[in-house]
């Protein structure tokens, strides 16, 4: 019996044969110890329209072992977010204007980029919104990933086999429920499905054994039966090795699935944040309310979906005042006068709202 | 409201012929068979969802009803007109009553043309006299809300559901019978979505027109649809109302289907296996959890309900409560006949 076929046997008896090891220094799951902590980061674009604020003082924190989720439409900074914190916005335009990104106490944002290279692809790993550009066109997936292992191992001064690095690959694959894991290595990109690249994608990017894994729209194109694969393998990566995810999406369904808590971003800032069950379920920001009630339920005969006009924010032309006013069913005077802070609430949740001025309430 | 169906499917199948190498003449060709003996029809406005994963062959039977592909098997009777897809005229015929709004927004649309040249394209094609065409494209641009300011503008200008607005007039600017909506929300924000389901639902009730609305994303479809059929590698496992399927699913597959937009939190411990269908039998068999001896044989479409088909041997003893519209049983019999007999 070869590797392969114990592999197999072992991912379909649900006991993985030689189970998959995370260097010792990975915390245990369910430690809180704060992992990423991101304060008032803002980010400018230098655009031929001008200064633009893609990201206005977004403050947010992922915790060992929590699945964090960061929702809004398209055009709320959410991918500039997850680029920002890879250090892989294209500078100029970019320019980090302000704030601090410090992982594992260490601050990215002191000092040159070399730090976000350091960690980058090791102790933090990403899966890119497009897996086919993540990967390289030319080389077949088994040789990208004995690079990666390759490097892995000169960076750590850690000598590594080549049969470990086989069998490595092989079990990393057959973890992500890939059938026939022997044959996908000798396989180039473009003759994989898009299900199954993504996949490759998240196995490569878990081969370093990160510590936070940052993804942008792990299952956006794909069809509702290989994302919910992805995502239970995501939960299970999450629970079994205490690996903390941080997930850009635009899909609420998702993020009530697997995220643990939520931010809320729309026109580059933080609308709500809190624990996922109940920020989707009992929102305490209009915009909020808006994506949670745009989701359809029922059958043909429910009423039609409640529809706020309007498109989604353009940083070119934000109003001044509160950035949701001109599609909030609520707005009052003040809004337009002034931009409302981030109010903390109980239980941990957050609202940018001025109706939570005075702690939670309900709305009219 | 029983009136003709305005299409039917009798035992469609669409394959595809891949050649490989300079001796490919001489070589044995593989064959993908998209689409196997699919029955069904749509009725007279009547929302038809069609659900199934990628390469199920949802896109092929949308590209099938427009002529984009030939059936290689099977018919396609549209207003009780049999499509003869070498014929022209049948061709255009069929063009005439069915409309089409593709996935992408962004690569059906012609960048080098204004919106209101992309509407009105189809308009002059059918030979609309000026005054009327006009006149036309200012309903149709009202009827699916677009702005007067993008009418000048080139598609690229605008934002996704804009877009998908325009590909809605466009299907629509010559009076259609079928509507088809191939994936028409995928790409579109939460929010932008619901505007577009509400605009295809307003036009449902405008418009006495049919629709047929493919989606892998069954919240969705169960809320446009009247009856949902589910695809499973080109073979049609389940057809039924909206509500007795979404509440009483029955083939093993839609039971899997169904549990997903039930379940909120995806458990750690179920690791999903890979669907792949299997080369003889019942397509499902590979993973189906309830598979038996019988299952290496292709199970035929067996009645279960009113207006409730499924293609599983478990079925075969049920007793069939009745009362079934004429067209269906017709069709499903068919099928029996055509798979006894193979």
């Known amino acids: 019996m070869n590797i392969g076929d114990q592999v197999r046997q072992g991912a379909a008896s649900g006991h993985v044969v030689g189970r998959w090891d995370w260097p010792g220094s990975l915390p245990q799951a369910g430690s809180s110890e704060v992992i990423l902590d991101v304060h008032d980061l803002t980010i400018d674009f230098n655009s031929i329209d001008g200064r633009l604020r893609p990201l206005e003082k977004v403050s947010i924190s992922v915790s060992n072992g929590e699945i964090v989720g960061v929702v809004g439409e398209s055009g709320s900074g959410k991918s500039t977010l997850s680029l920002a914190l890879l250090g892989l916005l294209d500078s100029p335009p970019a320019v980090y204007a302000g704030g601090s990104i410090s992982f594992q106490g260490t601050d990215l944002l002191k000092g040159s980029m070399a730090a976000f290279s350091k960690v980058r692809g090791f102790k933090l790993g990403m899966v890119l919104q497009e897996s086919i550009e993540a990967l390289n066109p030319v080389y077949t997936i088994g040789f990208q990933m004995r690079e990666a292992l390759e490097v892995l191992a000169e960076s750590t001064g850690r000598p590594i086999k080549r049969e470990e690095i086989e069998s490595e690959c092989l079990r990393l694959l057959a973890e992500l429920c890939i059938d026939n894991p022997e044959l996908v290595l000798t396989k180039y990109p473009h003759e994989l499905s898009g299900g199954m690249r993504k996949r490759v994608a998240i196995a490569m990017s878990v081969l370093e054994r990160p510590q936070l894994l940052i993804l942008d729209e792990p299952t956006t194109g794909l069809d509702a039966y290989v994302q919910n694969r992805i995502l239970s393998l995501l939960k299970r990566m999450s629970e079994e090795y205490g690996l903390a995810m941080l997930i850009v999406t635009h899909d609420l369904v998702l993020a009530s699935r697997i995220c643990d808590r939520v931010y809320v971003m729309y026109a580059g800032r933080i609308l709500e944040s809190g624990l996922a069950s109940q920020v989707l379920r009992e929102p305490l920001h209009p915009y909020t309310r808006v994506l949670v009630s745009s989701v359809p339920e029922g059958f043909s005969d429910s009423p039609d979906l409640p529809v706020q006009t309007g498109e989604p924010a353009d940083i070119r032309k934000l109003p001044r005042g509160c950035k949701f006013q001109e599609r909030c069913p609520l707005v009052r005077e003040r809004c337009r006068m002034e931009e409302p802070q981030l109010f903390l609430l109980p239980e941990g949740r957050t609202s940018r709202c001025w109706l939570m001025e005075s702690g939670i309430r309900t709305y009219p | 409201m029983e009136s003709a169906p305005i299409l039917e499917l009798t035992g469609l199948s669409v394959v595809f012929r891949t050649h490989r190498g300079i001796l490919r003449g001489l070589a044995p060709s593989d064959e993908v068979r998209a689409l196997d003996n699919v029955n069904f029809e749509i009725g007279s406005q009547e929302v038809f969802g069609l659900a199934g994963e990628t390469g199920s062959g949802k896109s092929t039977l949308a590209r099938t009803l427009v002529g984009l592909y030939s059936p290689t098997a099977g018919e396609v009777r549209m207003l009780g007109r049999t499509i003869d897809y070498r014929s022209r005229e049948d061709i255009r015929y069929l063009r005439k009553n069915v409309g089409i709004v593709f996935q992408d927004p962004v690569g059906s649309l012609n960048p080098r043309l204004r919106v209101k040249e992309v509407i009105a394209e189809a308009a002059i094609a059918s030979g609309m006299p000026l005054v009327e065409r006009k006149q036309r494209v ?37 009076p259609k019978k079928l509507l088809v909506l191939d994936e028409p929300t995928s790409s579109l924000d939460v929010s932008v979505q619901a505007q577009v389901l509400n605009l295809l639902r307003d036009i449902r009730r405008k418009l006495e027109i049919s629709i047929l609305f493919i989606s892998h994303d069954l919240r969705v479809l169960k809320y446009m649809s009247d009856r949902v059929g589910l695809l499973f590698y080109g073979k049609l496992v389940e057809i039924a109302d909206t509500r007795r399927l979404f509440n009483e699913p029955r083939h093993p597959y839609t039971v899997e289907l169904v549990s997903h937009i039930n379940d909120s939190g995806s458990s750690s411990s179920s690791s999903p296996v890979e669907h792949k269908p299997s080369d003889t039998g019942c397509r499902y068999s590979q993973v189906c959890p309830s598979r038996f001896s019988r299952c290496s044989e292709e199970p035929p479409m067996y009645s279960i309900g009113p207006g409730h088909y499924a293609a599983c041997h478990l079925f075969e003893s049920e007793p069939s409560s009745g009362k079934l519209s004429g067209g269906l049983s017709q069709l499903s019999a068919m099928a029996d006949r055509e798979n006894t007999s193979n």
């Open chain 2, 138 to 174: 200012e309903e149709i641009v009202q009827l699916v809300g677009l702005r007067e300011s993008a009418l000048d503008a080139f598609p690229r200008e605008l934002s996704g559901g804009e877009k998908q607005r325009v590909s809605v007039a466009r299907a629509l600017i010559v």
